[in-house]
């Protein structure tokens, strides 16, 4: 069975990071590009990065200078799972965050399998 499941998640205050874990059973996640999403309250899913199997890493978000280096993804192999770690975290940043096993990173995804979410709230 190929799952993938979620931890880290939480309430911050701005300014503050958050790193958040997305880990394998089944299969392992090199054989996988894992992609990070994320959807805010009444907005549609939008694509935050994604690690190839080569472990390249694509930066959807980083097209605008202040939003450059807040989203770094990383995996490791030996714990076979992807960490998504933010920074310099925002209100605008609250969403529920996805990671998904998929074919290649690229949009728009067909995913595998979907990691169950987990809640990343913003708040001052």
């Known amino acids: 069975q190929l799952q993938l499941a979620q931890s880290g998640g939480g309430l911050v205050q701005p300014g503050e990071s958050l790193s958040l874990s997305c880990s394998a059973s089944g299969f392992t996640l090199d054989s996988y590009a894992t992609g990070w999403y994320r959807q805010a309250p009444g907005q549609g899913r939008e694509g935050v990065g994604c690690i190839g199997r080569s472990g390249a890493v694509t930066d959807w978000l980083d097209y605008l200078p202040s939003e450059k280096g807040r989203f770094t993804i990383s995996r490791d192999n030996a714990k076979n799972t992807v960490y998504l770690q933010t920074s310099s975290l925002k209100v605008e940043d609250t969403a529920v965050y996805y990671c998904?096993?998929?074919?290649?990173?690229?949009?728009?995804?067909?995913?595998?399998?979907w990691g169950q979410g987990t809640q990343v709230t913003v708040s001052s």
């Open positions: 998904a096993a998929q074919l290649r990173c690229i949009l728009p995804t067909q995913a595998k399998v």
